[in-house]
């Protein structure tokens, strides 16, 4: 973070500004993410009025800031989808480790130019996580044209430390299912060669 303030200061570049604002932006927030991961004790899950579009353009803001070529984001949003009580922070980490694990599969589809990232939302009726049944979800799929997820990990890539590439922590898909599964919702994924759907459900109020 004082690197971003200090390079800030330095530039006269608007882009180059706006980079390290959102340098500095994630620092804070991730911090926050950290302070709340390591102490839950000390830090509650923060409850507020969250907006999915938010969500997935503050995501979709990040992904093209580190992938600027080469990747076409594609936005299907239903408007209508109403906001509901959650931790935003949580749920910017979930949708970003999602669609950065799709981007680093997509490196050679970037590299081509033709790589594409969608988000969708919709809503869901009827619909019962566990035991419990609820009667409108909100849908968010997170799809991308890469490779697939290998068949040797598709069973277990919520696992932890459980990786398709060399050299992955293997476990954003971890952390992405807890703070799914703190809202009440759930991850499922779909994925053959060219297309990999990743979708979260959480009840709507």
Partial sequence: RG???????????????????????????????????????????????VNIHEVCERVRSLILAEFPRGLRVVREYDTSIPEFRGDREQLIQAVLNIAHNACQALADRITAGDAQLVFRTRIARQVTFGKQRYRLALELHVIDNGPGVPDSIKDRIFYPLVSGREGGSGLGLTLAQTFVQQHHGLIECDSVPGRTDFKLLIPLP
């Fill in 3 to 49: 690197a971003a303030q200090l390079l800030q200061m330095e530039v006269d570049s608007k882009d180059l500004i706006e980079y390290t604002q959102v340098i500095i932006h994630e620092a804070d927030r991730l911090q926050t993410l950290v302070d709340r991961l390591l102490a839950p004790h000390r830090r509650p899950h923060v409850v507020g009025d």
